[in-house]
């Protein structure tokens, strides 16, 4: 190879969002509590298993759901379209993983 064909080629300031933690951005704010929020909906099976009542699963599927993709919006700006992407895919996946585990914590404390 030549050595012109082994130079990079140069990146516009437009292309060189990436997902970076700005800590004294505003967006890190709502990064943060959307990120609080829905681990907290992870755990509401263990709070509805505190109150005597069976767990809503459908109703914090779709506040989760929300949360998750109207931080995305917000946040989109400072962001890639593939940052804002994995943001939604990782906070459902949160959401599921918390909730399945304090449901079979909530099942397993019924049994036994």
């Not at 060189?16 to 004294?24: D, E, H, S």
């Not at 699963?57 to 998750?68: C, D, N, S």
Request: hydrophobic share 55%; charged share 5%.
């Amino acid at each position: 190879m030549t050595q012109i064909a082994m130079r990079a080629a140069p990146v516009s300031m437009s292309q060189q969002r990436t997902l970076k933690f700005r800590p004294g951005s505003p967006g890190t704010a709502l990064f943060a509590a959307s990120w609080f929020l829905v681990t907290i909906l992870g755990l509401m099976p263990l709070a509805e298993m505190k109150l005597h009542r069976l767990p809503s699963v459908p109703t914090l599927a779709v506040i989760a759901f929300f949360v998750a993709v109207g931080s995305a919006t917000a946040l989109r700006q400072g962001y890639t379209w593939l940052g804002v992407v994995l943001h939604i895919y990782s906070q459902i996946a949160i959401w599921l993983s918390v909730t399945f585990c304090s449901m079979a914590f909530v099942m397993s404390a019924m049994v036994g």
